[in-house]
């Protein structure tokens, strides 16, 4: 229930960089640089220097602005790739781009095959939404290590409510910092936590210095259980299968978002799981209630999630606040652009989608 962000392809491997094939790919990898994330964290001097056999500085570069809009929402290789060639080189002269703006330069690309097709008007106001949001704030750029000097994978990294993951060579990057907090809390996939206060924050990509974050015994943390109704960040799940916990009905929580499972045939009962996991022991926990359908008070559908709250189910609609997060997942209407729509009137059209998708 927490938002996550690692935002667009920063975990993709380096060939979705237009540009860079299998050989100067390898090239990267033998020095570590595996992910779109790797060739961010550095000067652009580290990498041009790795292949300068194979490469010019000025192509580097213009690799790593692509990396830099890899980093967008809805932005592949290829969209990257066309904005760089248009002289877009960073978040901030996209985000003083306008959506018509934007329109032209990929009708551009697609009529040069460098594109398939033309993002769509939704597609175009969350790039300008991400750019300007990422040119206007923050980050946290750092690396996870042992004690023993090895990048530490797959590990949970959270600021406030906002989460993502490190990646093979123990690189993480949060996004779209507006306070001055600088803690975070690292969960390992065993259930360790850790919990750091970083060097500082990042005006990325114009800073590159990024923090190596070496996790001791001073900063572990271990409660025995870890639940997100409770607010807590779990471990990253590996594969690890869920064991169903079946309580009673009276041990049923107040604020519990609660998903109908199914319908007893053999008894007038329904089936209810927590949408919330727990984790303790190392084991990941369901919690699943058989409850009567006399007290429920109101139809229940299967699949349907609903608020437990003074002993009254409510039905849970398309947004949904809860004490730990916030789910938003909106339908937007479908936006029709009529032909004869050019000029002043679209722009005013796009700009008003673009207000609703920043709600």
Request: aromatic share 6%; hydrophobic share 35%.
């Amino acid at each position: 229930m927490v938002k996550k962000k690692m935002t667009g392809n920063t975990g993709a491997r380096l060939q979705e960089i237009q540009g860079i094939g299998p050989k100067i790919s390898a090239e990267f990898e033998a020095q570590g640089v595996r992910t779109v994330l790797d060739f961010l964290v550095k000067p652009l001097d580290f990498y041009a220097r790795i292949v300068d056999h194979l490469a010019s500085r000025d192509q580097v570069q213009s690799w790593q602005r692509m990396a830099r809009f890899l980093q967008l929402t809805g932005v592949d290789g290829q969209i990257a790739e066309a904005l760089v060639k248009a002289r877009i080189h960073t978040m901030e002269q996209l985000g003083n781009k306008s959506a018509t703006d934007l329109r032209k330069i990929f009708r551009v690309a697609k009529k040069s095959g460098m594109i398939p097709q033309v993002p769509d008007v939704d597609g175009l106001a969350i790039i300008l939404r991400d750019a300007n949001r990422m040119a206007y704030s923050r980050s946290i750029l750092g690396r996870l290590m042992t004690d023993e000097n090895r990048p530490v994978e797959g590990c949970a990294v959270r600021h406030g409510r906002t989460k993502t993951i490190t990646n093979s060579s123990g690189f993480f990057k949060i996004d779209f910092i507006r306070d001055d907090s600088r803690a975070l809390t690292i969960v390992l996939p065993d259930g360790q936590i850790h919990r750091i206060e970083t060097a500082g924050l990042l005006s990325f990509p114009e800073d590159t210095e990024f923090e190596t974050i070496h996790l001791t015994a001073s900063t572990k943390h271990n409660p025995p259980n870890l639940d997100e109704f409770n607010g807590d960040q779990l471990p990253i799940r590996q594969n690890q299968e869920f064991v169903i916990r079946h309580e009673s009905v009276s041990e049923l929580r107040e604020n519990d978002i609660l998903m109908v499972r199914s319908f007893y045939k053999s008894s007038p009962h329904v089936k209810l799981q927590s949408v919330f996991t727990a984790f303790e022991n190392g084991v990941f926990i369901a919690r699943t209630y058989k409850f009567p359908l006399s007290k429920t008070h109101e139809p229940l559908q299967t699949r349907a999630r609903y608020r437990y709250l003074n002993g009254r189910f409510t039905a849970v609609g398309s947004s949904l606040q809860t004490k730990i997060g916030q789910i938003r997942v909106r339908q937007l209407r479908p936006l029709k652009i009529p032909k004869k729509v050019t000029g002043k009137a679209l722009e005013r059209l796009l700009r008003q989608r673009i207000k609703e998708v920043l709600k």
